[in-house]
Nanobody, 129 residues
Framework: QVQLVESGGGSVQAGGSLRLSCAAS????????MGWFRQAPGKEREGVAA????????YYADSVKGRFTISLDNAKNTLYLQMNSLKPEDTAMYYC??????????????????????WGQGTQVTVSS
């Protein structure tokens, strides 16, 4: 059974940094895509960053380009999101997701939620001004 467990969230002041982790387990072959998504109260879930696990290509939402970095440690089956220069508008629940179908590559490129079928429970990030 695929399991994704996020950690690393917390409260930070604007301009600060956090690193989120997503520990993946329950499968013996690599997924094609992994990504970070977020959802603020009253808003739809949106893409933050995604990675094509075989090629290593990364994709980012315009709102986080230059501030966030997604990375994958295959040996540890762990996905990371380094978040720098945090802003109050980054406040949200952050989710990790993955999928094993090639179709997820299309969603990864667009940093979209579609085609990601496996999700973690989320970790809260709160940025105060």
């Amino acid at each position: 059974q695929v399991q994704l467990v996020e950690s690393g969230g917390g409260s930070v002041q604007a301009g600060g940094s956090l690193r989120l982790s997503c520990a993946a387990s329950g499968y013996t072959y690599s997924s094609y895509c992994m990504g970070w998504f977020r959802q603020a109260p009253g808003k739809e879930r949106e893409g933050v960053a995604a990675i094509y696990t075989y090629g290593g290509s990364t994709y980012y939402a315009d709102s986080v380009k230059g501030r966030f970095t997604i990375s994958l440690d295959n040996a540890k089956n762990t996905l990371y999101l380094q978040m720098n220069s945090l802003k109050p508008e980054d406040t949200a629940m952050y989710y990790c997701a993955t999928d094993f179908n090639l179709a997820c590559i299309r969603s990864a490129v667009m940093v979209a939620t579609a085609d990601f079928g496996y999700w973690g429970q989320g970790t809260q990030v709160t940025v105060s001004s």
